[in-house]
């Protein structure tokens, strides 16, 4: 059974995304990266995430609107916004806590169900 890619989005990629993708990445039932957006990001959100994405997450809707300009024209995945202020420190336990009441039971619905195009490799 495919495994469904989720890319994590922040601005920098130093603290909320980099959480997520640690608190995901040993999940057997997933594949994960993570990115930021802007020019000085540790890791930029490049066309080629976003191609191997099943389904991306940003933490505020800035970041999304950023991903949808930039790849204007790209058929983009499924992009959902967590609403996460920047004022987390890496792996921060409120920052874990709230990461898992949100994407828990959307992960888990997300492999049950589905994002469109997922499982049709």
């Known amino acids: ?3 469904l890619k ?3 989005v922040c601005a920098m990629n130093k603290q909320r995304s980099v959480t997520a993708e640690r608190l995901y ?4 039932r997933l594949e994960v ?3 930021g957006v802007r020019t000085n990001a540790n890791r930029r959100v490049s066309e080629r995430d976003l191609r191997w994405a099943d389904v991306v997450f940003v933490m505020e ?6 991903n949808t300009t930039r790849f204007e024209g790209l058929k983009l995945p499924r992009i959902d916004v967590l609403e996460i202020p920047d ?3 890496v792996m921060d336990p409120a ?3 709230m990461l898992r009441l949100m ?3 959307e992960i888990e619905h997300l492999i049950e169900c589905g994002p469109i195009g997922f499982g049709d490799e």
């Open 1 to 3: 059974m495919p495994r």
């Open 6 to 8: 989720i890319l994590f």
């Open 25 to 28: 990445r040993n999940d057997s």
């Open 33 to 35: 990266r993570s990115a």
């Open 61 to 66: 809707r800035e970041h999304k609107l950023w």
């Open 87 to 89: 004022e987390f420190e």
């Open 95 to 97: 920052l874990l806590e």
């Open 103 to 105: 994407l828990d039971p």
